[in-house]
């Protein structure tokens, strides 16, 4: 069983930054691919991005390329996202997901969730 924990959310203006982090326990983190999503109020949760284990696949959604970097650390068990630019459309719950064997966009691909982290972004 993996719990994954983020944290660094916040409130923050328009062209800010933010960056959040997820700690893991419970599992050989080197091993997942990890990803996050977010899910802003009324809205299906939507995947942001995703590293596999060794940092050498990264993918982003298109309307954060280029503003959000996602950078894992395995000897802290800590996966980051770097958030700068940010936009009040941005605003959400994001998440943190750990996956075995699939490095998707699609949250089923995912078995292991993290509780959220409140992001606002004020114009």
């Known amino acids: 069983q993996v719990q994954l924990v983020e944290s660094g959310g916040g409130l923050v203006q328009a062209g800010g930054s933010l960056r959040l982090a997820c700690t893991a326990s419970g599992g050989t983190f080197d091993s997942y691919i990890m990803a996050w999503f977010r899910q802003a109020p009324g809205k299906e949760r939507e995947f942001v991005a995703h590293?596999?284990?060794?940092?050498?696949?990264?993918d982003y959604a298109d309307s954060v390329r280029g503003r959000f970097t996602i950078s894992r650390d395995n000897a802290k068990n800590t996966v980051y996202l770097q958030m700068i630019g940010l936009k009040p459309e941005d605003t959400a719950v994001y998440y943190c997901?750990?996956?075995?064997?699939?490095?998707?966009?699609?949250?089923?691909?995912?078995?292991?969730w993290g509780q959220g982290t409140q992001v606002t972004v004020s114009s």
């Open positions: 590293i596999s284990t060794r940092s050498g696949g990264l």
């Open positions: 997901a750990s996956a075995k064997w699939i490095a998707g966009r699609d949250p089923i691909d995912y078995n292991y």
